[in-house]
């Protein structure tokens, strides 16, 4: 039973992280229809800088989020500006090679800078564990999770109370009505864009201590987006936070009962089951 | 998308064409009397299995608008089949093969009556999913695959065609047959389909499913009829390289960046049409081998453009080599943005706009 409430801790604990990725991703889906392929390759970008923000300035991962996000938010607002934007009437198979093709570009830049050997970001704490009623944490993982909330407590409150966020989230119901009302769409496009790079890179940042940092990395993360925003409802805010925490639990139980090797299979074969019974996800309201 | 080749649209024999594709069969059938360079033969398998494959991905994709991003299912499942009944069950290759179709269409078929259901970007995504089950049950099944280390097999048996017996595969000659033979029958067989009651029911449900649906076309079955068309050439495909190039894992024959490169082929030549994909493999293919075995970086260097011992020399020449795949993207990003068409699409707007300032 330990065993059982351990994997499940552990789970949920991922999941924030996964969230965050997937609430990037449904942002971008919502206010633009695009399907953003390259989004697990700037979360590897967002590993990258905070790699070398902690091996040459010596900031702590956690800390470094705070020149991350606004990083990653003007890398994120460049992409859309320079190369979605123009692909915003093509065919929607269209846009996913396209941002297929831009995740490509980022993720070999990165290997001819930087080759393809796996990097390490190795903190005092990076395998540290606390123990909370029986049940012992990874520290990095607890500390991640915290943050994960805070991010996300903030990102609901902009979402949902200042005059940009329901703009943003105007757009993303009826891009012509929120015209119509006065919103500037092309600039809540770009913002849309740079908050789903943001979070991703954080997503990034919170991972690099626990993880493997090399320019491929993003691939894996790609396909978990989906598969949360998917399960949650493509566009649905509150469902790629339910998404997430529950594709973490689902590979962790998963991982621990069917064997590690095999988890992967277990959320690819659940994404499937979601598109075929439930293809507007499980909170999502179904508009195409 | 709405192109049609000229030769579609005139009924009767069009000579011209006829006579090009003749000569040019019959050059290709000679080449390797003149040609003995077996570098110049190994390109030119490489661009006969691209040719196979976007052209097998182009039925599905191109001409009944399903794009399967998760080709490489059936290039594994192929290739797979074919290895493991010579490695384990000591089955020659020249049965195993089609028992590596009949497992690839098998798998097409299940897939296709669980992925078609869902339309568009999802269609996609189910694709995508598909594929990656297959690619991490082979890391996980070493007992079937050989998991993560792969199969490795150069020893290939003799094969007997009538009274004659080929042995000489080192020469890389018999494998150039092979190829160009199912090269030839990928792009008679697209030629069947695009000109067939069949093809024009894969076109219809390309251009409006629903329209099509409406007018009594069966989409489920006619989507997976694509599906098992194309499967069959994907996974002869895989066999041929499977068989080629010896060692096969899951990370090159199940990959997800295999899935996008036989896509690619597609796109950059032109999709829908017969001539895409042959453009898209004679373009993509020699590229990316120049600068995989470090040509350009040479070539530059040769050419006095870079010296040597500067800094970029050095770096061209150490890291180019590694660029093929940046070459990729940049690629698909550029036709894309700029010839969503193809180059082939591209050509003819060029064309067209020439014809109208002329006039």
Same mark, same amino acid.
């Given at each position: ?127 540290? &564990? +606390?123990?909370? %009623?029986?049940?012992? $944490?990874?520290?990095? /993982?607890?500390?991640?999770?915290? @943050?994960?909330? =805070? ?67 993003? &691939? +894996?993360?790609? %396909?978990?987006?989906? $598969?949360?925003?998917? /399960?949650?409802?493509?566009?649905? @805010?509150?469902? =790629? ?48 | ?359």
């Amino acid at each position: 039973m330990i065993v059982f409430f351990q994997s499940l801790i552990s789970g949920i604990l991922i999941g924030g992280v996964y969230a965050l990725i997937g609430i990037g991703l449904t942002i971008i889906f919502g206010v633009m229809r695009v399907i953003n392929f390259a989004h697990g390759d700037i979360l590897m970008i967002g590993m990258y800088l905070t790699y070398f923000l902690f091996t040459l300035f010596h900031i702590d991962p956690f800390v470094s989020i705070v020149i991350t996000i606004p990083l990653m938010f003007l890398f994120g607002a460049f992409l859309q500006k320079v190369f979605i934007n123009r692909a915003l009437n093509a065919l929607p198979q269209n846009q996913i090679l396209l941002t297929i093709g831009i995740g490509l570009v980022m993720s070999n830049t990165v290997m001819l800078a930087f080759t393809s050997d796996y990097k390490i970001l190795t903190t005092t704490y990076s395998s540290s &564990s +606390v123990e909370i %009623l029986g049940i012992s $944490v990874s520290e990095p /993982l607890a500390v991640s999770f915290a @943050i994960t909330v =805070a991010i996300t407590a903030a990102l609901y409150w902009f979402l949902y109370k200042t005059d940009m966020g329901q703009a943003i989230r105007a757009t993303a119901q009826d891009r012509e009505a929120a015209q119509l009302m006065g919103i500037n769409v092309k600039r809540m496009s770009i913002i849309a864009f740079g908050i789903g790079s943001a979070l991703a890179g954080t997503a990034g940042a919170l991972i690099s201590p626990t993880y493997y940092i090399f320019p491929q990395v993003g &691939s +894996v993360f790609t %396909l978990k987006a989906f $598969v949360i925003t998917v /399960l949650g409802g493509m566009g649905s @805010i509150v469902g =790629a936070t339910l998404g997430g925490v529950l594709i973490g639990v689902a590979e962790s139980v998963g991982g621990v009962y069917i064997g590690s090797g095999w988890k992967d299979v277990i959320v690819f074969v659940l994404f499937l089951l979601v598109l075929l019974f439930k293809p507007s996800g499980l909170l999502g309201t179904s508009k195409d | 998308m709405n192109m049609k080749t000229s030769t579609a649209d005139i009924r009767g024999i069009a000579t011209l064409p006829l006579l090009l594709t003749a000569a040019a069969i019959i050059l290709l059938f000679l080449l390797p009397k003149f040609v003995t360079s077996t570098y110049a033969l190994h390109i030119m398998i490489l661009i006969f299995i691209s040719v196979i494959m976007g052209s097998a991905w182009n039925i599905l994709g191109g001409y009944t608008g399903q794009y399967s991003v998760g080709h490489a299912a059936y290039f594994g499942v192929g290739a797979y089949t074919t290895k493991i009944l010579l490695q384990y069950r000591h089955i020659a290759p020249w049965y195993g093969v089609w028992a590596g179709v009949a497992a690839a269409v098998a798998t097409g078929l299940v897939i296709g009556s669980i992925c078609f259901r869902i339309r568009g970007p999802y269609f996609v995504l189910a694709s995508i999913a598909v594929a990656e089950i297959f690619r991490v049950s082979a890391l996980n099944l070493p007992g079937l695959t050989n998991g993560a280390e792969g199969i490795l097999i150069t020893e290939v048996p003799p094969f007997k065609i009538g009274n004659t017996v080929i042995t000489d595969f080192m020469s890389k000659v018999p494998f150039y047959y092979i190829g160009l033979v199912i090269a030839i029958a990928v792009i008679l067989a697209t030629r069947l389909v695009q000109n067939s009651k069949l093809g024009y029911y894969f076109q219809a449900i390309r251009e409006d499913q629903d329209a099509a649906h409406s007018l009594g076309i069966n989409l489920t079955l006619y989507k997976n009829a694509a599906l098992a068309i194309s499967a069959v050439f994907t996974s002869l495909a895989g066999s041929l390289y499977g068989l080629y190039v010896g060692f096969i894992d899951p990370g090159t024959v199940l990959d997800l960046g295999l899935s996008v490169q036989i896509v690619m082929t597609c796109i950059i030549g032109g999709i829908g049409t017969i001539l895409g994909p042959m453009i898209g493999a004679v373009v993509l293919v020699p590229f990316s081998e120049a600068l995989r075995s470090n040509m350009i970086a040479q070539a530059l260097i040769d050419s006095g453009l870079v010296k040597e011992d500067s800094p970029l020399g050095t770096f061209l020449k150490e890291q180019l080599s590694h660029a093929h795949v940046l070459i990729y993207g940049i690629l698909l990003v550029v036709v894309i943005l700029f010839m969503p068409d193809g180059i082939l699409g591209f050509i003819r707007k060029l064309f067209a706009s020439k014809r109208k300032e002329t006039a």
